[in-house]
């Protein structure tokens, strides 16, 4: 089993042809609330939370912690890529042991179709494999949210299994070790 510690962060930030991926600043707070509460990024992850619950318990420098990309466009944050451990306790999973590393991500609405998920999570990935080579990847998704299957497919995940959880149907996928980047 891994640890995704800080030594094993990257300590630089990653950069795309467009986007850098970096750890989230104070700078960062407002666009966090902004995702969070968002009908439409909260559409497939258990709806939006509200603003003021939101302002009182956001952080300072909120998303400061191993596992978490800022995904900056332009010197402004548009959202986030995560690298978490999968907890044994869910269903999905392609290791007898579970804690598999899952890939998740959000937009702002206003950057979702520009293609900036895809670059974000290509170089997530890209770095992950470089850093624990051999360690496969998973990532669920509602199978109504037919966009994150789509983008999946394109990342290289393949389909393990479907099941239910929050209410919903649930595409869940691996993406094995030695997989180019999207």
């Excluded at 795309?16 to 609330?33: G, H, P």
């Excluded at 950057?111 to 669920?140: D, I, K, M, T």
């Excluded at 789509?150 to 094995?176: C, D, I, M, N, S």
Aim: glycine share 10%.
């Amino acid at each position: 089993m891994i640890e995704l510690g800080p030594l094993n962060w990257p300590a630089v930030p990653l950069k795309t042809q467009r986007l850098v991926l970096r750890a989230s600043e104070a700078r960062d707070r407002s666009a966090f609330i902004e995702l969070f509460a968002s009908p439409e990024v909260g559409t497939y992850l258990g709806g939006a939370r509200p603003r003021d619950e939101l302002e009182r318990a956001v952080p300072e420098v909120p998303g400061r912690r191993s596992g978490l990309f800022v995904i900056d466009l332009d010197g402004a944050m548009i959202g986030m890529v995560t690298l978490d451990r999968r907890g044994a306790e869910r269903p999905g999973h392609v290791r007898p042991e579970a804690e598999e590393t899952e890939l998740g991500y959000m937009l702002l609405p206003e950057h979702c179709g520009c293609g900036y998920a895809a670059e974000a999570c290509a170089a997530a990935l890209g770095w992950f494999a470089e850093a624990h080579p051999g360690e496969p990847v998973v990532l669920c998704t509602q199978t109504a949210n037919e966009r994150a299957m789509h983008l999946a497919v394109r990342l290289g995940f393949t389909e393990v299994e479907r099941f239910e959880e929050y209410g919903a149907e649930q595409w869940f996928g691996v993406r094995a070790p030695g997989t180019p980047s999207g």
